[in-house]
């Protein structure tokens, strides 16, 4: 029986819980150079993003049977400018569900759990990338493509988009949405 989804503060998690939302990675995404081990390093390092100003925590929403971690979602801050002003962004990444379980809405739960953190206000947007396959899935969940050109100013390409999938969407849909640059204040995610 599926458990509810669970949200696990990344820099807390324990090494059983790296290790399972890793193996959910891996088989995700399958890539020699992106084992399991890469993995649970890039899960560290996401733990030790900064947190928010209002005490937003980098978080992992789960869905798991057992220990095996079935769906996953994580979350952190990233202070960005939008259009010369400044705004904090959920940023979204790791959205992952096991081949085997999919068509169970698991993936819609874990990533409804993150956007929550902008309906209670802790956030002024979501941003992240995508595929074109998946944009029809977060254009379900409420999100719209992103047509601003996108930078990374602290880069040493600071006019290279730091995204390298086909698709830049945010959430919520809603609401005036100016038509600037988006610098991202750090690499992609």
């Not at 209670?120 to 493509?145: C, M, N, W």
């Amino acid at each position: 029986m599926l458990e509810s989804v669970e949200s696990w503060p990344l820099a807390t998690l324990s090494g059983t819980q790296k290790s399972a939302i890793a193996d959910l990675l891996v088989q995700v995404w399958p890539d020699p150079l992106k084992d399991h081990a890469y993995r649970v390093r890039r899960l560290e390092q996401r733990g030790r993003e900064p947190i928010g100003p209002h005490g937003q925590v980098p978080m992992a929403y789960v869905i798991r049977a057992g220990q095996k971690v079935l769906a996953s979602a994580l979350t952190f801050s990233r202070p960005i400018l939008l259009a010369g002003e400044p705004k904090l962004a959920l940023a979204l990444c790791y959205v992952a569900v096991d081949p085997a379980s999919r068509g169970q809405k698991l993936g819609e739960k874990v990533v409804q759990a993150a956007f929550a953190q902008l309906n209670a206000k802790s956030f002024d947007l979501a941003i992240f990338q995508t595929s074109h396959h998946v944009r029809p899935f977060y254009e379900r969940l409420g999100a719209v493509v992103v047509e601003n050109p996108i930078i990374d100013s602290t880069s040493h390409e600071p006019t290279k988009n730091p995204f390298w999938d086909e698709v830049v969407m945010r959430y919520p849909a809603d609401g005036d949405w100016p038509s600037g640059l988006i610098d991202l204040r750090g690499a992609g995610y």
